[in-house]
């Protein structure tokens, strides 16, 4: 897992949640994996979410970047 990792866009606490998640795994009954699954889901829902914050601030700030550089080019060639 570590060797491909690089290649996903998930962060390093999302690969703790999964690695952590995997291990237990299979070694407990099936009540116990069930909760294992309902945590390691709301985890992921958690860091979805920050996700989703924090690509709506970023892309508001590309977005003003983007108006900025264009009313810069805008005046530099008038």
Known sequence: MN???HHTAMKEREKEIIIQF???LGIHNLEQQ???IQLAKAHLQRE???ASEEEKRFSNMFRALGVLFG???TLIFI
Request: glycine share 14%; charged share 25%.
């Open 3 to 5: 060797k491909k990792w």
């Open 22 to 24: 995997g291990q237990t």
């Open 34 to 36: 069930q909760k294992q």
């Open 48 to 50: 979805l979410g920050d």
């Open 71 to 73: 009313l810069l080019l």
